[in-house]
T-cell receptor, first 114, second 110 residues
Framework: EPEVTQTPSHQVTQMGQEVILRCVPISNHLYFYWYRQILGQKVEFLVS????????KSEIFDDQFSVERPDGSNFTLKIRSTKLEDSAMYFCASSEALPDEKLFFGSGTQLSVL | QKEVEQNSGPLSVPEGAIASLNCTYS??????FFWYRQYSGKSPELIMF????GDKEDGRFTAQLNKASQYVSLLIRDSQPSDSATYLCAVEDSARQLTFGSGTQLTVLP
């Protein structure tokens, strides 16, 4: 069964450093998303991406965040200067088509900012 | 601010019983409603979606939607210990963003 894959599974970084989280969405999906979940809290929407551009973003997704689809398969989330409060599980997701929004989530990257 | 509210639980039911999970939402423009299951330390997994008022059944799962009351629920029949997880209600709002509830932790006792 096709799945969304994310690497790395764990990332530890120092505050102020840049991190790049990587995702390979399901191959025939057209919409890509990043969500995050701080330990014990809700899953929160960060950004959606379609046709090589951001389609929606939340208030969390400020200038420190960026997304990119550098080739035909990868989808990345970059955090330019990490803060302690960026520590969370980051989930990549993809969906075949709107308006169904049936999201398939990757297994996540646990980001720890020290 | 758009809100999706769930009872956090924990909800405990004996094996074989019906588990009932509830969710309310604030955005009347919401069109699509989803239930995800999340095991501890794992990613959310879609188990049901519903767009129209009424009931939708899939195996042991039934989703119920009442847009007038802004209420969506999930029934799990013949609950199994493997159903023990956190169940997340998610609502797609008029801006096509998914807003998740905080989840209801379900424990099915053998």
């Amino acid at each position: 069964e096709p799945e969304v894959t994310q690497t790395p599974s764990h990332q530890v970084t120092q505050m102020g450093q840049e991190v790049i989280l990587r995702c390979v969405p399901i191959s025939n999906h057209l919409y890509f998303y990043w969500y995050r979940q701080i330990l014990g809290q809700k899953v929160e929407f960060l950004v959606s991406f379609y046709n090589n551009e951001i389609s929606e973003k939340s208030e969390i997704f400020d200038d420190q965040f960026s997304v990119e689809r550098p080739d035909g398969s990868n989808f990345t989330l970059k955090i330019r200067s990490t803060k302690l409060e960026d520590s969370a599980m980051y989930f990549c997701a993809s969906s075949e088509a709107l308006p169904d929004e049936k999201l398939f989530f990757g297994s996540g990257t646990q980001l720890s900012v020290l | 601010q758009k809100e999706v509210e769930q009872n956090s639980g924990p909800l405990s039911v004996p094996e074989g019983a019906i588990a009932s999970l509830n969710c309310t939402y604030s955005d009347r423009g919401s069109q699509s409603f989803f239930w995800y299951r999340q095991y501890s330390g794992k990613s959310p997994e879609l188990i049901m979606f519903i767009y129209s008022n009424g009931d939708k059944e899939d195996g042991r799962f039934t989703a119920q939607l009442n847009k007038a009351s802004q209420y969506v629920s999930l029934l799990i029949r013949d609950s199994q210990p493997s159903d023990s997880a956190t169940y997340l209600c998610a609502v797609e709002d008029s801006a096509r963003q998914l807003t998740f509830g905080s989840g209801t932790q379900l424990t099915v006792l053998p």
